[in-house]
């Protein structure tokens, strides 16, 4: 800029010192430069000691597209619930096409490799209202195991401190409890492993169970008994045994439960009425492959008829409150 003269003076333009450094200036700008990295850190360590940060961590499931996907196998001990000093386990497993979880007290010797191999669950044979059978470990004292398909109870035989008497078992599943249902003699039952399951319970609901017991331990009869489901108190006994293989059916709405004993008399037991037992018994008549046709009939094929037990004419009796009126028909049916 050039000197402007003004009158007789010459006015000189004064430096702008705001962008003129100085030595003082210059010091204090390297002292700054060198301290405040340090004093940045120092700040960040007092104040941010005690935080931490969070370390999140996502799992990414490889595609199924190609895989063959396999049953879930899952198994613990549930220490969270004891009864009898009695660990269960918990089991995830597949049968008849869906996923269950299983609980059962840790002294059934339950087949795991069974289960992973996804083969250990078919439908019982019990009629109308069907068991899961467990598969059992080679063992001398669990027998045979089932469940029932509500997952809410199971039943198994076991020798108890002697190969000769075998207890029939109830666990029930929600509260973690055993309890001992009735007791068999072997040397007197003669029965042979392939017919244990007749020893096993036909569990219909909710309300009863049917199974077999040996009141006179001194004779090889079995005699069939209900009792309540949540309590084990006796409502009747049966005349005859229990043969999961058709002498026994149900009606339809689970009302009434009918029997043939030694194809000489038929039983019903009437659940929502007198909860009596009722019995239809004529000298022609021998009762077997009984049914119900619905909630008030049952039908039977009458073996006193029959042409060298190979066909027999069709029977039915209706349910008249506490009575059972005879039916006729001329139906043969095949049996």
């Known amino acids: 800029m050039e000197n402007t003269p003004v009158g007789n003076e010459v006015i000189v333009p004064k430096k702008n010192l705001l962008f003129e450094a100085t030595p003082t200036s210059r010091v204090l700008a390297g ?189 090889n009869k079995l005699t069939g008994s209900v009792v309540n489901v949540k309590n084990n108190t006796s409502l009747f006994v049966a005349p005859c045994a229990l043969d999961r293989f058709g002498n026994v059916d149900f009606s339809p709405d689970g009302s009434y439960i009918a029997w043939n004993c030694d194809k000489d008399a038929l039983y019903i037991s009437d659940w929502k009425n007198t909860k009596k037992l009722l019995q239809y018994s004529e000298s022609s008549m021998r009762p077997t492959a009984i049914s119900f046709i619905n909630d008030e009939r049952i039908r039977f094929a009458n073996a006193a008829e029959g042409n060298d037990m190979l066909r027999a004419p069709y029977r039915s009796v209706k349910i008249n409150g506490t009575d059972l009126q005879l039916e006729e028909g001329d139906v043969y049916l095949d049996y």
């Open 31 to 219: 002292v700054l430069f060198i301290a405040l990295p340090f004093m940045g850190g120092w700040i960040g360590y007092i104040y941010g000691s005690n935080n931490s940060i969070n370390e999140i961590t996502t799992n990414i499931e490889p595609s199924t597209s190609d895989q063959i996907i396999t049953p879930e196998i899952s198994i613990k001990v549930d220490t969270t619930s004891e009864a009898d000093n009695i660990n269960w386990i918990t089991t995830i497993a597949s049968a008849d096409g869906k996923e269950i979880t299983i609980q059962y007290p840790k002294e059934i010797p339950l087949n795991v490799k069974a289960i992973e191999e996804n083969k250990p669950f078919s439908l019982g044979i019990d009629p109308g209202f069907p068991n899961y059978s467990l598969p059992l470990n080679n063992t001398k004292e669990v027998l045979i195991a089932e469940l029932t398909t509500d997952l809410k109870y199971l039943f198994y035989l076991k020798r108890d401190n002697s190969l000769n008497i075998v207890t029939l078992y109830k666990g029930d599943v929600s509260s973690k409890t055993i309890e001992k249902l009735t007791t068999f003699d072997m040397n007197v039952l003669k029965i042979s492993n392939d017919e244990l399951y007749n020893l096993m319970p036909l569990v219909t609901d909710d309300s009863f169970i049917l199974y077999n017991t040996q009141i006179d331990k001194t004779s």
